[in-house]
T-cell receptor
Framework: EAGVTQFPSHSVIEKGQTVTLRCDPISGHDNLYWYRRVMGKEIKFLLHFVKESKQDESGMPNNRFLAERTGGTYSTLKVQPAELEDSGVYFC???????????FGSGTRLTVV | GEDVEQSLFLSVREGDSSVINCTYT??????LYWYKQEPGAGLQLLTYIFSNMDMKQDQRLTVLLNKKDKHLSLRIADTQTGDSAIYFC????????????FGTGTKLQVIP
């Protein structure tokens, strides 16, 4: 079974540019989550999809962040325009209902300079 | 609100036991987890415990939960160099279909 795949693994962009992160969950997992870890701090929840619907987006920091999940399959997280404080590692995870714990991707390390 | 706290760093000698501690604030937490992150990799679920349990053992791993004090610990017996990683404590109100609140992570360094 393929795991959760994230692309790209690293991205370095300039302040003001746009970046789009992609996540491919495990096939058949309805739940998809985005998390972010800013350097040395805790991993913070961003949002949760159930299929193509946003179940909980309470963790999205501001309207520069836009997440989509087309057809309930892969998801994208767009940051536009990027700011310095957006730097960090963005993790995607997926789960099936009633599973205990998530399966995480390896993360995308975003650096805004 | 939810808050999960951990010490940032732990160093142990190979073969010794490691104990990583965590405190959480949300008394309604139902599931408590330990995740492991190796360099360059994603988070791997190590083990979890339900809030109505006191202890769970899984090979070299022992999880202890003191619900009264909201304290969770992870003990790794016979620690190996391959156990060097960051360990995250986490909690959620329900299972895999709700958000999880993570701690800052404890970096475990195993000295040969």
């Amino acid at each position: 079974e393929a795991g959760v795949t994230q692309f790209p693994s690293h991205s370095v962009i300039e302040k003001g540019q746009t970046v789009t992160l992609r996540c491919d969950p495990i096939s058949g997992h309805d739940n998809l989550y985005w998390y972010r870890r800013v350097m040395g701090k805790e991993i913070k929840f961003l949002l949760h999809f159930v299929k193509e619907s946003k179940q909980d987006e309470s963790g999205m920091p501001n309207n520069r962040f836009l997440a989509e999940r087309t057809g309930g399959t892969y998801s994208t997280l767009k940051v536009q325009p990027a700011e310095l404080e957006d730097s960090g590692v963005y993790f995607c995870a997926s789960s099936q209902a009633l599973m205990y714990g998530y399966t995480f991707g390896s993360g995308t390390r975003l650096t805004v300079v | 609100g939810e808050d999960v706290e951990q010490s940032l760093f732990l160093s142990v000698r190979e073969g010794d036991s490691s104990v990583i501690n965590c405190t959480y604030t949300d008394s309604s937490s139902t599931y408590l987890y330990w995740y492991k992150q190796e360099p360059g990799a994603g988070l791997q679920l190590l083990t979890y415990i339900f809030s109505n349990m006191d202890m769970k053992q899984d090979q070299r791993l022992t999880v202890l939960l003191n619900k009264k004090d909201k304290h969770l610990s992870l003990r790794i017996a016979d620690t190996q160099t391959g156990d060097s990683a960051i360990y995250f404590c986490a909690e959620s109100l329900s299972g895999g279909y709700q958000k999880v609140t993570f701690g800052t992570g404890t970096k475990l360094q195993v000295i040969p």
